[in-house]
């Protein structure tokens, strides 16, 4: 089989593989060269001297006098090695890259080892002054230090009995420890007054070295040595010139001359550089592929997979779900989107087997499909998001209405205990730090707000149903910092409050019932899904909520106070007026619980909706573009 039929084979089944559909390629006239190429290149050499503190420790090395000597025979040591004028750093960057050249070509750059020479450097001790001692600040340089059995006074106080006059007789004696002095002699310096300097540990003398470290950069440069190149060789060299180093041949030192001025060693070296070049035929359309290199890499493709993934590419975002997911499912499509997601490069744009037109066709079709995805995710959002908030509204009215019921003594303090409207002003003070949460220091109530900040933060950003900024996950923190207290400790406290009081099952049961029974109506309405059985579930509810009613007042007539009907309606308005006041008292927090619980479930379940139909594309960087991968 031919070199051209080969690489016929090779696109054919390449294009039918990425892209889903027969590739009609057929490739012509081939133009094989061995382009002869001369190259130079070299490196320059950058060098540094690198400080070192070494305390009281002296290191070896060459003594200079003081820190700032050692410096300046450093850096003139550096301007040697640089100048060329000492070899002795040019011998040990030979031994690093000489030995083989070729392989060293692929260097890019390389660190070089320290000099050997390390220049050092001595300071008198700032902090004794090159004594090596430092007065003791015990006895601060007295040497003495106050008895501790006298406590400094020389004498100390006895008691002695007296038998002849049976009495006991207090008196002072002179001390035994110290003589009557009152002193003695101090513990930490020994009665010297000095003690060892702890910074140059009694030495007197701080010790610096300075080594000299480099870096060698390589450059390169490229000329032909003969015309038989094609004409994109030289685009092919800068982008993949590393990949000919096996065809590298007499290799010479050689001097530093032109653009590689500078570099220490410069070598030149010849290389041969087989290329081919077809004449690609898709659709009546010519088009030019260039490989180079031994291994016949590709340099140009000539974007010879075009009509096959635009014939794929073109119905993306079209409208048509199972076109959308054949095509995101399409290895060509998958890669163009990747690349563009991860904003990396492939061989398959960046060789051109798909030319940029295509890729930029392809994106604007596939955003065309993020637009209307994201459209969808949202639609009808705001009246479900209104509805819901009634709903949870409503709940939280029966919910504070059972309570009032059950617990009336505590529903009837609620207007003593703090409610959402005065919490603003107990936050100013707890981070005024005007009082202390729990009995400790007022300060730690800073630790604890940044405490239960960050945990917040870290929670939200790991918990949360989707990823969302970092604004937006600082301000949710926020949120939860300010509330979170606020929330915890009323419920702590109104618990603990609520049940030192005796429940009143009968009452909730009765003024609860009335409420709680109206959601049968709406279940009766929305739980038919044929619309004629609609109003017959809205008659159902309405019986069973009647009797659920009636049966109410029959077991309030047997275990409740009332018996009698028109007193049972009586007590019951009585009961829902002190219920009422209650939920007036608390108005503000049913309205933001149900804002809150309206809002964020609304979102989480329509955007759970999305991701189930996102999903079903089977695509991850579509997941991705959709902010959905979690």
């Known amino acids: 089989m031919s070199q051209l039929q080969q690489f016929q084979d090779f696109i054919s089944n390449n294009g039918e593989k990425l892209t889903g559909v027969d590739v009609p390629v057929i490739l012509s ?7 002869q190429l001369h190259v130079t290149f070299g490196w320059r050499i950058e060098i540094g001297v690198n400080a070192h503190d070494h305390g009281s420790r002296r290191p070896a090395g060459v003594n200079c006098g003081t820190s700032s000597d050692a410096s300046y025979e450093a850096n003139k040591a550096a301007k040697e090695y640089v100048s060329g004028r000492d070899p002795l750093f040019n011998e040990r960057f030979i031994n690093i890259l000489g030995p083989d050249i070729s392989q060293n070509f692929l260097i890019k750059n390389t660190r070089l080892n320290s000099a050997p020479n390390t220049y050092v450097g001595q300071d008198m001790c700032s902090r004794c002054s090159g004594t090596g001692c430092t007065t003791c600040r015990s006895c601060y340089g007295s040497g003495k230090s106050n008895c501790y059995s006298c406590n400094g006074s020389g004498r100390k106080s006895v008691s002695k009995y007296d038998s002849y006059n049976d009495r006991t007789v207090y008196t002072t004696e002179s ?23 702890k910074t140059c540990n009694g030495g007197g003398y701080l010790y610096y070295s300075y080594t000299i470290d480099g870096e060698a950069k390589r450059s390169s440069k490229w000329k032909y040595t003969s015309s038989d190149y094609h004409e994109w060789t030289g685009d092919f060299i800068k982008r993949t010139g590393l990949n000919l180093v096996h065809g590298l041949t007499d290799i010479t030192e050689v ?6 001025d500078g570099c220490t060693f ?12 077809f004449t690609a035929s898709i659709d009546k359309v010519n088009t030019k592929m260039c490989f180079a290199g031994k291994q016949n890499l590709t ?24 076109h959308d997911a054949d095509a995101l499912a399409t290895p060509a499509i998958k890669n163009i989107l990747e690349a563009d997601a991860t904003k990396s490069d492939i061989a398959l744009l960046k060789e051109n087997w798909v030319s940029t037109d295509i890729k930029d066709a392809v994106l604007a079709n596939y955003n065309s499909l993020i637009e209307q995805l994201k459209k969808q995710s949202v639609k009808g959002i705001i009246p479900n998001m209104l509805g819901r908030f009634v709903k949870y509204g409503y709940w939280f009215l029966t919910l504070g209405i059972i309570i009032a019921l059950l617990f009336p003594q505590f529903a009837h303090e609620t207007q003593m205990r703090m409610g959402i409207m005065e919490y603003p002003q107990w936050v100013l003070a707890v981070l005024t730090a005007d009082f202390a949460l729990f009995g400790i220091h007022p300060l730690a109530n800073y630790v604890m707000v940044l405490g239960l900040f960050y945990l917040s933060y870290q929670l939200i950003k790991r918990y949360y149903w989707k990823n ?12 939860v910092t300010l509330l979170f207290p606020h929330v915890a400790l009323s419920l702590y406290y109104n618990t603990l409050n609520a049940f030192q009081h005796p429940p009143q099952l009968i009452d909730a049961l009765t003024g609860g019932a009335l409420f709680a029974g109206l959601y049968l109506l709406v279940l009766g309405v929305s739980k038919p899904k044929k619309w004629y059985l609609k109003p017959i579930g809205l008659v159902v509810a ?16 047997a275990f409740g106070e009332t018996a009698d009907q028109i007193k049972y309606l009586e007590e019951l308005g009585r009961l829902l007026t002190s219920a009422l006041l209650f939920i007036r008292y608390n108005l503000v927090e049913i309205l933001l619980l149900s804002l809150l619980f309206g809002y964020f479930l609304t979102r989480r379940h329509f955007w759970n909706n999305a991701k189930s139909k996102v999903a079903d594309y089977n695509s991850p960087v579509l997941l991705k573009s959709m902010n959905m991968e979690r």
């Open 468 to 479: 969302i900024g970092k604004g937006k996950t600082l301000t949710l923190a926020l949120g």
């Open 299 to 322: 340099h140009d493709a000539g974007g010879i997979y075009d009509p096959a993934v635009w014939q794929v590419g073109q119905r993306l975002g079209a409208g048509n779900k199972s």
């Open 29 to 35: 006239d081939e133009q094989a060269k061995q382009a």
């Open 542 to 557: 309405a019986a069973l909520y009647i009797a659920i009613q009636f049966a109410i007042a029959l077991l309030n007539g």
């Open 255 to 260: 001097d530093v001359e032109g653009d590689l």
């Open 175 to 197: 001390c035994s420890s110290c003589y009557g002095s009152g002193n003695s002699t101090c513990s930490s310096c020994n009665g010297t007054g000095d003690i060892t300097c």
């Open 266 to 277: 410069v070598y030149a070296f010849t290389a041969t550089l087989p290329t081919l070049q």
